[in-house]
T-cell receptor, first 114, second 115 residues
């Protein structure tokens, strides 16, 4: 079965510093990978997605993620964090073989200090 | 274009009651999925509907049911509410059926509190 692990429950970074949020998945074939962001009390906004091709994916708000098959990872990065990036970030995996669902990680809460 | 709309935004129910949540997908999207997000956790898949047929079901009890209408809107029903059903219920729409490669667009959710 699919599973997604986000090892960091909370991360605090200074404004202007770089950011990397970790995501590891468990799945045999090539999954579809997503990063979503959720502000308090809100729904999920798609940051970026990977289906195939170039393993470095660019998303909205200056985010990027890199798919590393050998490490079963899909880490999210941003070179310079803004205070408005404070939110909860979810990594998710989907696959045709597992039906029509996304499996989400438990999320990482990002705090930005000024 | 309107995004995914969900109603109501908040509601409070008593244990044992029944609740109906509503979702309108993005225009042109034929697939609707429902997710439950308990506080402090990631969303959990409940159902997916495409062309008015159930295409996927998560590990939820039979108290949870859903349907999709000819205009592709959807309702999620939960009977005999338990305190543990308190959560944010998210609806997601997608263009295709079973093709997660299109990605899902989520609504803002319905916050259900069971007391």
């Amino acid at each position: 079965a699919q599973s997604v692990t986000q090892p960091d429950i909370h991360i605090t970074v200074s404004e202007g510093a770089s950011l990397e949020l970790r995501c590891n998945y468990s799945y045999g074939a090539t999954p579809y990978l997503f990063w979503y962001v959720q502000s308090p009390g809100q729904g999920l906004q798609l940051l970026l997605k990977y289906f195939s091709g170039d393993t470095l994916v660019q998303g909205i708000k200056g985010f990027e993620a890199e798919f590393k098959r050998s490490q079963s990872s899909f880490n999210l990065r941003k070179p310079s964090v803004h205070w408005s990036d404070a939110a909860e970030y979810f990594c998710a995996v989907g696959a045709l073989e597992y039906g029509n669902k996304l499996v989400f990680g438990a999320g990482t809460i990002l705090r930005v200090k000024s | 274009d309107a995004g995914v709309t969900q109603s109501p935004t908040h509601l409070i129910k008593t244990r044992g009651q029944q609740v109906t949540l509503r979702c309108s997908p993005i225009s042109g999207h034929k697939s609707v999925s429902w997710y439950q997000q308990v506080l402090g956790q990631g969303p959990q898949f409940i159902f997916q509907y495409y062309e008015k047929e159930e295409r996927g079901r998560g590990n939820f009890p039979d108290r949870f049911s859903a349907r999709q209408f000819p205009n592709y809107s959807s309702e999620l029903n939960v009977n005999a509410l338990l305190l543990g059903d308190s959560a944010l219920y998210l609806c997601a729409s997608s263009f295709g059926q079973g093709t997660t490669n299109y990605g899902y667009t989520f609504g803002s959710g319905t916050r259900l509190t069971v007391v």
